[in-house]
């Protein structure tokens, strides 16, 4: 299993170091301009490192396989809220569900932190972290180590695998902040797992918390006649995905109707059993359109594209543009592209992910409702490949997922203990 501790190794973050990520679409490399390098104050650790390298994977060019080194070094906590965490078992690096995220789950158990006296994350607590800071190269996933926060930290239940909980993460907080964020779903209405109502959670912190580039979608909901609410119908294409997958399940249990396009011969069966209300398949673009018209009664307003423009252009014509008496608008939001040309009376969204780790009201409110959530089996996690070799092995994994043979499911690496 992975495990958080802390270190006295300096961090490795100059501007000519690459961030390394993973996508079975795309492969890129991002730099620390000199403007944003970081400066490493002299940490405070309350545990020293075993050793002051670790193994991780590293990438020199587009399109080049991953390369291992084991003399890289281990990076330090910066911040008083931060943790690190080590990698012995197992971790998840992206599926073809996700080609937005690039592999950024991680699961481990807490060995220390930078404040003991925190009241929820503990020496030994068994965690899961959705890591969707990108622009740090402490937290990326492919290294033993890897700094987390603790608001970003969700606690694993005795009853709950680590396989999944590596497996989870990223796409339950990409699904959250979508529906409960952009859409304005409120989930303290829910029966049997109640979460938190971020819109208020959202007006309630710093405006200066939340980064410049999504603010404005932070707001988007608070008009209340805009809300997604219970008893509407929402459209989610790309519903095999794990985000999708999620997604539905966060939106039955707050009492919405839900049509899934997937693979319904591949898909069906695992999403019906999930909830799903209405399935469609994704083979007949044109007719899954017709058969959405019509079980709407064409008054669709919520829909959430999952797969790409294509598929998002296809909802925006599905949905009700007109304006209600009210003012509210239908609302389209794509996780992975929007319409070029866009349509009068709809409202477009994408998920403001970095409020999850930029907000520590917001953060740890998700984390401690998916702690709930797994700890009541409420939330099912996705399917889980498991796969040898440790970091090593990770090349030959990526050639797994490119093959499309895993598809609806997560790969999980084993770190060689």
């Known amino acids: 299993?992975?495990?958080?501790?802390?270190?006295?190794?300096?961090?490795?973050?100059?501007?000519?170091?690459?961030?390394?990520?993973?996508?079975?679409?795309?492969?890129?490399?991002?730099?620390?301009?000199?403007s944003?390098?970081?400066?490493?104050?002299a940490p405070a650790p309350t545990q020293a490192a075993p050793q002051a390298t670790q193994s991780a994977l590293l990438l020199h060019g587009?399109?080049?396989?991953?390369?291992?080194?084991?003399?890289?070094?281990?990076?330090?906590?910066?911040g008083e809220e931060e943790i690190l965490?080590?990698?012995?078992?197992?971790?998840?690096?992206?599926?073809?569900?996700?080609?937005?995220?690039?592999?950024?789950?991680?699961?481990?158990?807490?060995?220390?932190?930078?404040?003991?006296?925190h009241p929820r994350i503990r020496?030994?607590?068994?965690?899961?972290v959705p890591s969707t800071d990108y622009r740090d190269i402490r937290k990326a996933a492919f290294q033993q180590y890897a700094v987390a926060t603790h608001f970003n930290a969700a606690r694993i239940p005795d009853q709950t695998g680590v396989h999944v909980s590596a497996s989870l993460g990223v796409a339950f907080v990409a699904s959250t902040l979508a529906l409960g964020v952009s859409l304005g779903l409120d989930f303290s209405t829910i029966a049997a797992c109640p979460g938190p109502n971020l819109v208020d959670a959202v007006q309630s912190i710093d405006t200066a918390e939340i980064p410049a580039d999504v603010r404005e979608e932070c707001f988007s909901a608070v008009p209340a006649q805009e809300r997604l609410r219970r008893g509407e119908w929402l459209v989610i294409w790309g519903a095999s995905t794990t985000t999708g997958m999620i997604t539905m399940q966060l939106a039955k249990l707050a009492g919405?109707?839900?049509?899934c396009i997937a693979d319904v011969?591949?898909?069906?069966?695992?999403?019906?059993?999930?909830?799903?209300?209405?399935?469609?398949?994704?083979?007949?673009?044109a007719r899954a359109v017709e058969i959405i018209r019509g079980v709407t009664g064409d008054k669709l307003r919520y829909a959430v594209d999952i797969v790409g423009r294509e598929t998002s252009t296809l909802l925006q014509e599905v949905l009700d543009a007109t304006v209600r008496e009210d003012g509210s608008h239908a609302h389209l939001l794509g996780l992975t592209g929007l319409p070029k040309e866009r349509r009068a009376g709809i409202k477009y969204h994408t998920v403001p992910i970095k409020l999850f780790h930029s907000s520590v009201g917001v953060g740890e409110k998700m984390v401690a409702w998916l702690e709930e959530l797994?700890?009541?089996n409420t939330l099912l996690g996705p399917e889980v490949v498991r796969h040898a070799g440790g970091l090593e092995g990770v090349n030959a994994a990526l050639d797994t997922l490119r093959q499309g043979s895993v598809s609806g499911k997560r790969i999980v690496v084993d770190l060689e203990d």
């Open 1 to 34: 299993m992975t495990t958080i501790t802390t270190y006295t190794v300096p961090p490795s973050l100059d501007e000519k170091y690459p961030l390394v990520y993973d996508s079975p679409v795309r492969v890129e490399q991002r730099y620390y301009p000199e």
């Open 36 to 41: 944003e390098s970081i400066e490493a104050p």
């Open 62 to 78: 587009i399109g080049q396989e991953y390369t291992l080194v084991t003399d890289h070094a281990i990076p330090s906590i910066l």
């Open 85 to 117: 965490v080590k990698r012995r078992r197992a971790y998840n690096f992206g599926i073809p569900a996700l080609p937005w995220i690039n592999g950024r789950d991680l699961a481990g158990v807490v060995v220390a932190v930078r404040d003991p006296a």
């Open 123 to 128: 020496v030994g607590d068994r965690v899961l």
């Open 256 to 259: 919405l109707k839900v049509i």
């Open 265 to 285: 011969a591949r898909h069906g069966a695992r999403l019906h059993a999930l909830g799903a209300d209405v399935l469609v398949d994704r083979h007949d673009p």
């Open 374 to 376: 797994l700890a009541s």
